[in-house]
């Protein structure tokens, strides 16, 4: 289906050259002479760049319709990721190059979301937060409850993940996703 330039707005999915971009922000501009047109930032679903576009008044847009599957991380072999649909319990294979830097934090069976257009996986999103158990790091000192200084710590999926100075072996802590697995609290 074609979009007017006055349907598109942030969170609308479209196809430009044949690539599927989601609309992170519109600016609809209707200057004093000549024709209206919409500033648009773009995000692309596959690389997550951004770009920008206008689009005149005549333009069609085609809307791109995103399938959002719940996925549960299943293992890895040979370059794609396994993961079971938690609807039809079929199996789904991912590369490593849609799954990028968040392969790191694939913990098994957790509950990811999936995009698919036309049955092709573009993207994955990971929950927001992830608890990770302390398998290595060189051992805290008593008292040292600073937030000043960080050292790197490998957790339970093999990353390397920054904490502070007083997490050990054995503690549990919780990671944020959304900025590449950074450290956020230690779970008691």
Known sequence: MALSINEIKSGVTVLVEGEVYVCVDAQ????GKGAAFVRARLRNLKN??????????????????IE?????????SSGMFHFMDSENFEEVAISAENIGDNAKLLKDNIEIQGYFYKGVNLSISLPN???????????????????SGMKPA????????????????????????????TYVERIN
């Open 28 to 31: 609809h501009v209707k200057p």
């Open 48 to 65: 997550n760049n951004i770009q920008e576009k206008t689009f005149r008044g005549t333009d069609k847009i085609d809307q791109a319709y």
């Open 68 to 76: 959002e599957r719940k996925l549960q991380y299943q293992y890895s």
């Open 129 to 147: 937060f992830i608890e990770f158990n302390i398998l290595e790091t060189e051992p805290g000192i008593k008292g040292d409850s600073s937030k």
């Open 154 to 181: 490998k957790v339970d999926t093999g990353a390397n993940i920054l904490v502070p100075l007083f997490i050990n072996v054995g503690d549990k802590i919780k990671v944020d996703t959304r900025t590449g697995g």
